[in-house]
């Protein structure tokens, strides 16, 4: 039912009912064994897989209707499901079976004088908000790891992907059912009113956490007014600093690679700082790889003495994440101006020093306060599957929970678990 | 200076000032040796020792102005500073000291197929807040806390206690002082105007986590205005559930402890729970115990059956905490009514169950979604003491971050740390 045309609907009670489904739900699912939840996942695969054709048909719709809205042709990609995209879907489903479960292990269990024993059991959270623009991929990949975890999944998609995210979403159902769980645990907000993600994130007895996938805009908006903690980043603005110890045998490579080996991603470097003992060999180096490669160069002053090519950095520069071929360099006097630099502009994302000086190594691992701090290697590293997570629901530069790329431990929680033999306080 | 006199004084500016003093002193503290730390925290216990006058005149005045406000005596007794109690301070700031350094630990290192090896490193959260009420003690235990765990932080005690505050907080700023770090990084909110709170709770750029102490008035007023996380709980509305499996002689004693061990503590039972098969049984034994202590009961219908000296049950009485020799008893039909009972009344805070079934122990653990879930054992043991954290800032029953009684480490984080030489990504 897509209920965008209805009069007098209220939203914010249906977002509510389809939420409080979804809690009641999470409890059985909560208790599922591992095999069960694997085997739903394997069965959803099956069943996306089977149901090929239907799901590029409802796709077919979304992509007319957008058509008819003149949406833009990169948002028509993105909503587009080929063979092959829906292959892939297939694919992470079972790798999401195949990965370990991160639900029901007690660790750290100590003995107390008192003749307790404490330990922490590791549980799924309850129930995960997913809200997300275009890609319809989502619904199937992060709906996916929600139920690994063994936590009950309220999505919301783009309203312009409404029918293909509802064929994926049968068959994620249709998988949970096949092991006798209910399929109130994938709840898809089956309306296209805008106001529904407001009402979504005041929900905080309902869902436990928020995970926006999405740009900039619609995580700000979720931010806002999100009454439920958010798993999130905001912009990307990482940073390579060069120290005036670095080999520049790894220096060259990081940079360029940290700037061009993608463009359009969070953990892409949008400004190199250089220090300034090392400036002319830097960047007499890295500067006609860049151009070569297309890459718009905004210098500081002293960069662009060395090369006038280079477009003047504004301050606003510095704050920017270009998601895009745009690099702007700075030199600094070393590394006390690079932490400075970093901390005032940086987005506490991803930031790299390239140093042969374990100290300034260390220094740098210490006092920069990002989500990943990185020694001779190239931000782009910063990622999930790069850092052995085996998955990744998002990337968080939260202070509390999770920082960094976040897997499926990031869907789950700690509690203390207290063994006695009848022992009493005295 | 108290400003609570100032006409036009903007409150906000104010606030926010001090914790901007807070946020960028706090770097300096964050790279601070364990033994810098230390240091700081024995030079404050020795200075409010040898101020321990000084520190009791402050403290008379406040007694002085509360009692001229007609403060009732219970708020009186927690505001009153005695020697012992000042002690008892100095003693917490020598055992703070002896803790281990919860930051600069790397773990979990792994060496990924890339070549780039990727552990976390704990490092300080930034900045803590602590927002309290009467009791002066909480400026010394809780901003020792802070500092040996590389934090700083922006205290805000009650405004009756005001003078006794500034006192212990000069004592710590002198601690601070004598290792060469700025005093900046321990900062007293020296307005008595209460909107100080909700100016101070939406600074989400300057502090990274709000910790109250204090009654549930002032909890539910930060919770509903923060921007910030809070580590907290509102409510202690714990359970034994004693299983028709349980052995008797564990029953008896956990139900008498968890009620009347002490009664005005968040983590003794308000409700006892039993199964119906073993209810005669118990009942007739705690029973009587309960009533020669004065506790109050509260029973269902069918425990009233048996002992109409118990007052009647309302709905409402299943919700309460009450913090005080009353005690409401519901016989269920079994694990499955209890585990029912408890998400539906309880607080998430702590839960015990008395059985000698493996099983229903299993399930009790699993299934009972609270931040200390107990086997055989008295909810008392919730406390950061009794579980081995060496010290308490708090109890959380948020699901993000940390659940349970909260140590030094709730006021860490974790980030990646990346090593490559040289490594880029393919």
């Known amino acids: 039912m897509n209920t965008q045309v209805q009069q007098g609907f209220d939203v914010g009670a249906h977002v509510a009912k389809l939420a409080s489904a979804a809690r009641s739900a999470s409890h059985a699912l909560a208790r599922s064994s591992t095999d069960q939840r694997n085997q739903a996942l394997l069965t ?104 690994k975890s063994g936590n009950a999944v309220v999505l919301r998609g783009g309203s312009e992907a409404f029918n293909s995210n509802r064929a994926i979403v049968a068959c994620l159902q249709s998988g949970i059912e096949s092991v006798g769980l209910s399929s109130d645990v994938v709840q898809y907000i089956d309306t296209t009113d805008r106001s529904a993600i407001d009402e979504m994130v005041v929900l905080e007895k309902l869902i ?58 969070c953990n892409a470097i949008e400004t190199l700082l250089v220090a300034e003992s090392v400036s002319d060999d830097v960047l007499s180096r890295v500067v006609p790889m860049l151009i070569e490669k297309g890459v718009e160069l905004r210098g500081c002053e002293t960069s662009r003495r060395m090369f006038p090519e280079m477009l003047a950095a504004k301050e606003s520069d510095w704050y920017e994440e270009y998601l895009a071929p745009i690099l702007s360099v700075r030199v600094v006097s070393g590394l006390d101006q690079a932490i400075e630099h970093i901390r005032k502009y940086g987005s506490e994302h991803t930031d790299s020093i390239v140093t042969e000086s374990i100290n300034r190594a260390q220094r740098f691992l210490r006092e920069v306060d990002s989500s990943s701090v990185m020694v001779n290697a190239s931000t782009r590293f910063a990622d999930g599957f790069e850092y052995g997570l085996g998955a990744e629901i998002g ?9 960094g790329p976040v897997g499926l431990e990031g869907l789950t929680m700690q509690k203390f678990v207290v063994y006695g033999d009848g022992t009493i306080r005295e």
């Open 44 to 147: 959803a695969a099956n069943s996306i897989e089977s149901d090929t054709v239907a799901i590029k048909k409802a796709n077919q719709i979304d992509l007319q209707l957008s058509r008819g809205k003149n949406l833009d042709d990169a948002m028509l990609d993105r909503l587009e499901l080929t063979d092959s995209r829906i292959a892939l879907m297939v694919e992470a489903l079972r790798q999401t079976a195949e990965l370990p479960d991160p639900v029901g292990e007690i660790s750290g269990i100590v003995q107390r004088p008192s003749g307790i024993r404490v330990g922490r059991m590791r549980v799924p959270l309850g129930v995960i908000g997913i809200i997300y623009e275009s890609r319809p991929n989502v619904t199937a990949d992060a709906g996916g790891l929600c139920l």
């Open 208 to 265: 436990d956490v928020i995970v926006p996938r999405g740009g900039k805009g619609l995580i700000e908006r979720i931010a806002s007014h999100s009454k439920i903690p958010v798993i999130k980043h905001l912009h990307g603005v990482c940073h390579v600093y060069v120290d005036d110890t670095a080999d520049m045998e790894k220096a060259i490579p990081i940079v360029i690679n940290a700037k061009t080996n993608r463009y359009g991603v």
């Open 395 to 403: 990337i968080s530069t939260n202070k509390l929970h999770a920082r």
